[in-house]
């Protein structure tokens, strides 16, 4: 193994595999049971050929009639002790590997958690899926056969003892020819672990190729690309293809390598045979029990050379996924964070204090300085690309500004702890992300521990209760993937219902009641209404007729605050406001 196929192996014993040491070490002891109990086999076959043949001498006390007797009973009594030994190192061994796996997608799962939503973006669902799908299925391969190679070895190193022990002569011959099998299995380990990290990776795409094209299918069929999805799919699939299919060969090559080498060793086994015979130095039991020990290591010998690539390939995939646990979340608690302190009962005042920031090139926010009096309604109106949903990341650090700061009472947010900043803003987003569990259980992630009594007043409270109780099996129905047992609307007022569970002092509403129908939009309003009131309240709108009682319309474009005021007050003034009310106005009238 290379320098850094030795320090993963030892990271994953020092992280993961020594937890559970104990389980391994019963283990270990059942596979030295397990190789004695099978040199016990071959002592056994000795002495029952040498009792055959009595004239010999070979086997003194022992005879045709006590083998007829004794040989089965301790023939049996060894494979039976064999069997036991093999189910206990089994379960013992492979049962700490995936108890390790579950380990390392419980601290895998943790660490994703902690990435900003930027980190996230770059790395791409799909790849990140595919460490718990493909990447966890190779590595549990590589561990549920690790102990088998460990097994292997100590089977094999009793038995080579014995061997040895058996003649000596004979077994050097054995140890001239089958050294010859470790450099072309080294060579091909090699280039498995190389093509098997590009699998990873491949599959890594393709699972968000996948992803992507499932969801989209509405504007597939609609612009009709289904010919054209089927190519781009068909593309992926086929380099997969052609990557398995470069890894079948490669992983096909080790057993007739190691079966040719098998043969070379039997025939130079039956040759040196023949010789020490013929001068009175082996004897035909001996001779039958050295066959015979070297049928029963063939097994581990043969599991070991295969083992070397399944290894590989776990090593490959092992890398993968200590590089998703290396990585570090860019936003997190600072040295020294304090805890958010806010007076009961009265809403915050927030304060954007030349703010920038940018996800690349040019800036979204350039400068933007913004105030948000307590306990108001401000409403963020301004063309796509204005900076309004960037604004929205901001303040509960979900991005990190550039530079300026963002004040809660005269709090910077990155002073704060995340906890406390987050526990006091509550998001209600036009795509109302609910989770494939109970109604009861997506309204409760408002308020983790929420009894029923509060789930039901936060329903009533966002005009939910009622199509709730409609349904057969009312707040213990599923909502299924994405919420897609529920219409739009419904979904909507789930995520409502939510945030009045959560009952933070900061609401943040984006695009709420967006691509709903009249009815679903007056009476979300009517609950967003319910709200808002004694919270300070940060509006996202396209819809300028949303916002029209809002206490401050703030008018944004190219990052920066162009324009501020009412309703009727930027109307009159006939800037970029009352510009993007005349064209909703000329879009909305029938034609």
């Known amino acids: 193994m290379t320098a850094r196929t030795d320090q993963m192996a030892l990271r994953l014993w020092r992280e993961f595999l020594s937890r559970h040491k104990g389980r ?4 270990v002891l059942a596979m030295i049971g397990l190789a004695s109990a099978e040199a016990g086999l071959l002592a056994a076959t000795q002495w029952v050929f040498a009792g055959l043949d009595p004239a010999r001498g070979d086997a003194p006390g022992a005879d045709p009639a006590t083998v007829m007797v004794w040989g089965p009973v301790i023939l049996i009594g060894l494979g039976v002790l064999q069997a036991g030994f093999f189910y206990a190192q089994a379960v013992l061994a492979q049962g700490a590997a995936i108890l390790t796996l579950k380990d390392m997608q419980h601290r895998m799962f943790a660490r994703i958690g902690g990435f900003d939503l930027a980190q996230l973006a770059g790395e791409g669902a799909g790849q990140l899926v595919s460490r ?36 000596w002569v004979l077994f050097a011959a054995v140890l001239i020819v089958y050294p010859l099998a470790g450099l072309p299995v080294g060579w091909l380990g090699g280039r498995i672990r190389w ?9 890594g795409g393709l699972t968000g190729l996948l992803t992507e094209s499932l969801r989209g299918q509405a504007m597939v069929k609609t612009y009709g690309l289904e010919e054209q999805e089927r190519r781009r799919l068909g593309r992926a699939f086929d380099e997969r293809a052609g990557l398995l299919l470069r890894l079948v060969r490669l992983r096909a090559a080790n057993e007739p390598i190691i079966t040719v080498i098998g043969a070379i060793a039997i025939g130079a086994i ?9 001068a009175g130095s082996l004897t035909g039991p001996e001779l039958v029990t050295f066959l015979v020990g070297m049928a029963v290591l063939s097994q581990p010998a043969r599991g070991l050379g295969t083992l070397h690539a399944v290894v590989q390939e776990g090593m490959g995939s092992l890398e993968r996924v ?36 940018s996800y690349g090139e040019p800036a979204v ?37 550039g530079s300026g700061r963002i004040l809660i009472e005269g709090q910077e947010v990155r002073s704060l702890t995340l906890k406390s900043l987050r526990d006091a803003i509550a998001l209600v987003a036009q795509d109302a992300v609910l989770f494939d569990d109970t109604i009861a259980e997506n309204i409760r992630y408002g308020c983790p521990g929420a009894d029923d009594a509060a789930v039901v007043a936060a329903a009533k409270a966002a005009a939910a209760h009622g199509f709730i109780e409609a349904l057969p099996d009312g707040y213990e129905t599923r909502v299924g993937d994405a919420g897609s047992n529920l219409s739009g609307g419904q979904r909507q007022r789930i995520a409502l219902a939510r945030a009045f569970l959560k009952d ?26 319910r709200l808002s009131d004694g919270r300070t309240t940060l509006v996202i709108a396209h819809r300028l007729s949303t916002v029209r009682h809002a206490d401050l319309i703030v008018v944004m474009d190219q990052g920066r605050v162009v324009e501020r005021g009412t309703h009727d007050g930027l109307m009159a003034e006939g800037g970029l406001y009352a510009r993007l009310a005349a064209m909703q106005l000329r879009e909305e009238l029938p034609a």
């Open 270 to 278: 039956i040759g040196v045979a023949a010789f020490r015979i013929g």
């Open 195 to 203: 093509l098997a990290r590009r699998v990873q990776t491949q599959i």
């Open 365 to 401: 926010l350039d400068g933007l300085t913004l105030d948000v009096p307590a306990g108001a309604t401000v409403a963020l109106v301004g063309p796509s690309g204005a900076g309004k949903s960037t604004v929205f990341g901001l303040l509960p650090r979900l991005y990190e500004a």
């Open 322 to 357: 200590f590089g998703v646990l290396d990585r570090r979340g860019t936003i997190t608690d600072r040295p020294g964070a304090a805890p958010l302190r806010l007076e009961r009962g009265k809403p915050p005042a927030i304060r954007f204090e030349d703010v920038t920031f």
């Open 24 to 27: 391994l070490a019963l283990g």
């Open 132 to 167: 718990f799908t493909n990447d966890l299925t190779v590595l549990r391969e590589s561990l549920t056969r690790a102990p088998n190679g460990l097994r292997d070895a100590i089977r094999l190193a009793v038995i080579v003892g014995y061997l040895a022990w058996l003649d």
């Open 504 to 529: 933070a002092p900061i609401l943040l509403l984006d695009e709420a009641t967006a691509a709903l129908d009249a009815r679903s939009e007056r009476l979300i309003e009517e609950a967003l209404e």
